[in-house]
Structure formats: structure tokens, C-alpha cells
């Protein structure tokens, strides 16, 4: 992930965010409003900019946004597919990394599924723990298996997801 402070003097990063790094910037964002609850995502991304801390591009500007819109449905989700885990007991980390991908799953049908999934996983890999990152995909493959969604290819997603 590349941060503001790697701007040109244009103000442009002058590379091309894959929707690897889009994500990874949303999850940053998701991450961040899960300590800061009552704070617009539009005032995180103000103040992640401001702090040039990330340089969130419009797919991961959408993509936290949405899925703090749809917080609590997507939680109720992760709440049915945890078994025997409570949301409070969901670090962090997996927690939003779980959010992300129901989300794309959920209210974003041109991202396939195995892309979705398999970020997520990576993202827990990168910032958590190997058992994250397993009981995320476990969760997620849940998900995608119980909601029918894992024959959804996401055909209209750019290349190099």
C-alpha cells in the first residue's frame, strides 16, 4: 500500500491502484471507524488524507462506505456463519477484513467471489494471525456455499483483481 507522502508533486500517486490496494485501503478505513464508531467515513477519509496516512482511490472510498452502510446487515451475516464465536470475541482485524468481503459478496456482484475471499484472507495474513486468517476464509467460504454465491464468476470484474 502506497501512502500519500508517495504523491508526485502533482498530487497524483502517478501509479495505477490495483483493486488489491483499493481493498486494502478499505480495510484500513473499516478498520479505523471500528475504533471511531459515531465518526462519518467521509471525516476518516478526510483525516487519513489530512495525516497522510492513505490516499483512498473511489473503488475504496465505495467499497468501506458501503459496507458501513450495510453494517449490521453484514454483521447479523458474520454473526450467523461464526458458529460458536460471538462478534466480540472477532479480533479486529478479521472482523473488518470479514466485513469487506461481505460486502463485494453481498452488494457488489461484478467481483468474483474466490477474489473476494482470498483478499480477505491475504489481508488477515498481512495484519493478523495465521488462525485469522483461516477461521476468516471458513467463515467466508461459509458464506458463499450457504447464500449460493460461489458459482458467481464477477465476469464484469476488471482483470487484475
Not at 497524483?12 to 490496494?21: A, D, P, Y
Not at 482485524?93 to 468474483?112: D, H, K, Q, T, W
Given at each position: 500500500?502506497?501512502?500519500?507522502r508517495e504523491r508526485?508533486?502533482?498530487?497524483?500517486?502517478?501509479?495505477?491502484?490495483?483493486?488489491?490496494?483499493?481493498?486494502?485501503?478499505?480495510?484500513?478505513?473499516?478498520?479505523?471507524?471500528?475504533?471511531?464508531?459515531?465518526?462519518?467515513?467521509?471525516?476518516?477519509?478526510?483525516?487519513?488524507?489530512?495525516?497522510?496516512?492513505?490516499?483512498?482511490?473511489?473503488?475504496?472510498?465505495?467499497?468501506?462506505?458501503?459496507?458501513?452502510?450495510?453494517?449490521?446487515?453484514?454483521?447479523?451475516?458474520?454473526?450467523?456463519?461464526?458458529?460458536?464465536?460471538?462478534?466480540?470475541?472477532?479480533?479486529?482485524?478479521?472482523?473488518?477484513?470479514?466485513?469487506?468481503?461481505?460486502?463485494?459478496?453481498?452488494?457488489?456482484?461484478?467481483?468474483?467471489?474466490?477474489?473476494?475471499?482470498?483478499?480477505?484472507?491475504?489481508l488477515c495474513k498481512?495484519?493478523?494471525?495465521?488462525?485469522?486468517?483461516?477461521?476468516?476464509?471458513?467463515?467466508?467460504?461459509?458464506?458463499?456455499?450457504?447464500?449460493?454465491?460461489?458459482?458467481?464468476?464477477?465476469?464484469?470484474?476488471?482483470?487484475?483483481?
Amino acid at each position: 500500500m502506497f501512502t500519500a507522502r508517495e504523491r508526485n508533486s502533482e498530487g497524483s500517486t502517478g501509479k495505477f491502484m490495483t483493486r488489491s490496494q483499493s481493498r486494502e485501503q478499505a480495510f484500513a478505513l473499516l478498520f479505523e471507524k471500528s475504533f471511531n464508531p459515531e465518526t462519518d467515513m467521509d471525516d476518516i477519509i478526510s483525516l487519513s488524507l489530512e495525516n497522510e496516512l492513505i490516499e483512498p482511490d473511489e473503488f475504496a472510498s465505495m467499497l468501506a462506505q458501503t459496507a458501513w452502510d450495510k453494517l449490521f446487515s453484514i454483521d447479523d451475516i458474520i454473526e450467523k456463519y461464526s458458529k460458536n464465536w460471538k462478534k466480540h470475541r472477532i479480533s479486529r482485524v478479521a472482523l473488518s477484513a470479514m466485513r469487506l468481503s461481505i460486502c463485494e459478496l453481498m452488494y457488489i456482484p461484478e467481483v468474483p467471489v474466490g477474489t473476494s475471499i482470498n483478499e480477505a484472507v491475504e489481508l488477515c495474513k498481512k495484519y493478523a494471525t495465521a488462525e485469522d486468517a483461516s477461521f476468516v476464509n471458513g467463515v467466508l467460504g461459509s458464506v458463499a456455499r450457504e447464500e449460493k454465491l460461489a458459482d458467481r464468476s464477477g465476469s464484469d470484474a476488471p482483470k487484475g483483481e
